[in-house]
């Protein structure tokens, strides 16, 4: 069985293709974490300040930790709970999702909670008062589609794999043209096996410059002798 012969396009196709896939797949990966990171991260400030907010105005109630305290404090766009040190807590009258569901996936910072296909954003944190430790919790009234998201995702995917076919597209051609003067080469070498042609010609990229001079210096010896 004759042995496959080495190809330099074939070979330097290959190598920058997956150059270009792994380029790619980085670039998908990053805006895809990217993304993640940059919504959570604006909701985050936005809760956290929401959290401090409520933190600060029940600190400075002399009354304590009372039901009318917390419901005369407005949050247009928030529910709020609020557990203190003693044991008691108070929540807002139309919090969403359910506190026992709030409760199973409350952690300290962000927290996602998923219900009925939709994920509500909440901020959890812990704030030190005088007598007691106030757990203020925060959940953002409007939930949103995770599918928001994966649509974001998936249009990505396609910009990078459309990316990733127009590179491979341009470095075909790349490789074609750049690789044209040694298929000329070969022709030229064709014809003056055949007697046809007495010289290569010169005018070649640099790369093969030096190549193509010595094999007209040594047909110019083989002529002399």
């Known amino acids: ?21 792994i380029c790619t797949g980085l670039i998908f990966t990053s805006h895809t974490l990217l993304i993640d990171y940059i919504h959570d991260e604006l909701h985050r400030e936005q809760l956290l300040s929401a959290a401090n907010r409520l933190s600060e105005k029940l600190k400075s109630n002399k009354e304590g930790l009372t039901k009318s305290t917390v419901s005369t404090y407005v949050l247009s766009q928030y529910s709020a709970h609020i557990e203190d040190s003693q044991g008691r807590y108070f929540t807002s009258e139309d919090i969403k999702p359910n506190i ?15 219900d009925n296909g939709l994920s509500t954003l909440g901020y959890n944190k812990i704030f030190n008062s005088e007598n007691s430790q106030l757990n203020v919790t925060i959940i953002e009234r409007d939930s949103y589609s995770p599918k928001t998201l994966d649509k974001l995702h998936i249009l990505i995917w396609t ?22 003067p040694l298929k000329r080469m070969s022709t030229q070498l064709s014809a003056l096996k055949k007697g046809t042609r007495r010289r290569l010609d010169e005018d070649v990229p640099e790369e093969f410059n030096e190549l193509v001079k ?12």
């Open 159 to 180: 910009i990078s794999f459309t990316v990733l076919i127009v590179i491979t597209i341009i470095i075909f051609f790349g490789i074609t043209v750049s690789l044209r």
């Open 1 to 21: 069985m004759p042995r496959k012969r080495f190809s330099i396009k074939r070979k330097l196709f290959t190598f920058l293709t997956l150059t270009g896939l």
């Open 100 to 114: 026992e569901l709030i409760r199973k996936f409350r952690k300290p910072g962000i927290f996602h909670i998923p």
């Open 214 to 225: 010595h094999l007209n210096r040594l047909l110019e010896s083989y002529e002399k002798n």
